[in-house]
């Protein structure tokens, strides 16, 4: 079994990403941001999910599916 940690680094606005095989990978928050179409209401979302949820904040984001999720939320506001 493979174990992987996550943190958010709130004074360089980057993902720390390590596994315990010894790789490390650091994911700037504000570059992977960078180009999506949000509102305000999906960027405090992003920005909950980067703190409360780092780990899939760096799935979503090598997956290239953070558009997708950030549409999601905003569709959620008519509700």
Known sequence: MR???AEYNM???C???TTFDGYILKIDCGKAEEGLKTTPCSECALNALAIDKP???ARLYLEDCM????DAEDSLELW
């Open 3 to 5: 174990f992987i940690y």
């Open 11 to 13: 004074y360089h606005n």
């Open 15 to 17: 993902i720390g990403v």
């Open 55 to 57: 780990l899939e904040y």
């Open 67 to 70: 558009q997708t999720w950030v």
